[in-house]
Every structure is written in structure tokens, then in C-alpha cells.
């Protein structure tokens, strides 16, 4: 099993849609949580940060579920802007922040 | 710029040509990773170092790949004898402190291996 697991997508929806991606890690002993975002053929960009149950920015939520080990992003209102791969990063403790990325989750939005 | 330079933006390399890559951290950032991203991937990591201290080389995926931080700030990533599967595109990133959160990525070195 990958240590951080996303759907890959693609996710294609219109403008002013709610969506939301989900990603599963399997390091239980990991306290804080990223998500990125990437634009094709650029570098990934912080997001968000989770630290705790959960996180709001905006039109972005971030929530935590440690029990079962799975962090969610919702996009509410979603703008065409918003069009980009999401990666969800699972920080690997054992002395410094190795950043352990998933495949990236894919979103279209469209007029 | 204030950000995490990485040089050059792409390469095209023969099947066997040794290439380096180099990254240029922002300044004072104590960490600096290497990763690797195949197409539709998600970046996978390479290397770390805290410093100039390489502390974690377990993502390299050969004895071909070696990196390079020896005054603790810019970093070389050299791929020897390059093979077809070496293509892919190689991001630096650094943060400010040794458990640092943000990492914040170069735009990435895009190799080619024909």
C-alpha cells in the first residue's frame, strides 16, 4: 500500500460547483498535513496546512479525520482559476519534514 | 528573485551522458530536498540535506544518482550513465528550518534521456 493514496481524477466540473478529493496515508503517527497545489508544468505551491481537525481558507476546507486516517479538501464555488492538480503531502517524521506526496488529484473546471 | 532557482529549466541528454543539476536554495533555508516527477505523478522523493549534511539518501534510485550540498547552500544532483528512465522532471525545495513546514519548490529541471 502507498503511503499517501489519492483519486487521481480527473475531476471535470462547471463553474460555482462544490467538490471535494479525499487522500488515505498510512503513517498513523503523522501530526501535520499539506496540501499543494501544482499548475501543469509548474511547481508545487502550499495550499493549505492541517494541523489539527481541520482548516478553512476561504473558499478551501481542510479536514482531518485521524481515526480513520483520510484528509479532505473541499472546494466550495469552484472558479475557473481553480483548475490544477491537488497533491496531498503526509510530512514522514523521524527527525525533519520528509514531504511524502501523493499522485495528485486533477481538477477541470469549466464555463 | 527571492525563491528557489534551479538550472537549466530543461536538458536533453544522450543515453550514457552525464548530466548535474543544480539548485539554488533561497538564502538561510537550513533544509533542501531533491525529488523526482514522472509524468502524472506525484513528486517522489530523492534526497535531503540540513545543511551540508546529506541525512537522508534513501529515495535515490541507484548508485548513478549522487548529490552535493558542500557550503550548505547551493546543491548539485548528478546523474551518471544516464538511462531512458532517468527522464523526468527533478524539483529542489528548501525550507527555513530543520523541522521546517513549507517547503517551497524551484520550477524544476526537465531531463529528457534519448
Known amino acids: 500500500r502507498k503511503e499517501v493514496e489519492q483519486d487521481p481524477g480527473p475531476f471535470n466540473v462547471p463553474e460555482g460547483a462544490t467538490v471535494a478529493f479525499n487522500c488515505t496515508y498510512s503513517?498513523?503517527?503523522?501530526?501535520?498535513f499539506f496540501w499543494y497545489r501544482q499548475d501543469c508544468r509548474k511547481e508545487p505551491k502550499l495550499l493549505m496546512s492541517?494541523?489539527?481537525s481541520g482548516n478553512e481558507d476561504g473558499r478551501f476546507t481542510a479536514q482531518l479525520n485521524r481515526a480513520s486516517q483520510y484528509i479532505s479538501l473541499l472546494i466550495r464555488d469552484s472558479k475557473l482559476s481553480d483548475s490544477a492538480t491537488y497533491l496531498c503531502?503526509?510530512?514522514?517524521?523521524?527527525?525533519?519534514?520528509?514531504?511524502?506526496f501523493g499522485a495528485g488529484t486533477r481538477l477541470a473546471v469549466h464555463p | 528573485g527571492a525563491g528557489v532557482s534551479q538550472s537549466p529549466r530543461y536538458k536533453v541528454a544522450k543515453r550514457g551522458q552525464d548530466v548535474a543539476l543544480r539548485c539554488d536554495p533561497i538564502?538561510?533555508?537550513?533544509?533542501l530536498f531533491w525529488y523526482q516527477q514522472a509524468l502524472g505523478q506525484g513528486p517522489e522523493f530523492l534526497t535531503y540535506?540540513?545543511?551540508?549534511?546529506?541525512?537522508?539518501k534513501s529515495g535515490l534510485p541507484s548508485d548513478r544518482f549522487f548529490a552535493e550540498r558542500p557550503e550548505g547552500s547551493v546543491s548539485t544532483l548528478k546523474i551518471q550513465r544516464t538511462q531512458q528512465e532517468d527522464s523526468a522532471v527533478y524539483l529542489c525545495?528548501?525550507?527555513?528550518?530543520?523541522?521546517?513546514?513549507?517547503?517551497?519548490f524551484g520550477q524544476g529541471t526537465r531531463l529528457t534521456v534519448v
Open positions: 492541517v494541523y489539527s
Open positions: 503513517n498513523s503517527a503523522s501530526q501535520s
Open positions: 540535506f540540513q545543511n551540508e549534511a546529506q541525512l537522508d
Open positions: 503531502v503526509v510530512p514522514q517524521r523521524g527527525g525533519y519534514n520528509k514531504l511524502i
Open positions: 538564502s538561510g533555508h537550513v533544509s
Open positions: 525545495a528548501s525550507s527555513l528550518e530543520r523541522g521546517g513546514t513549507e517547503a517551497f
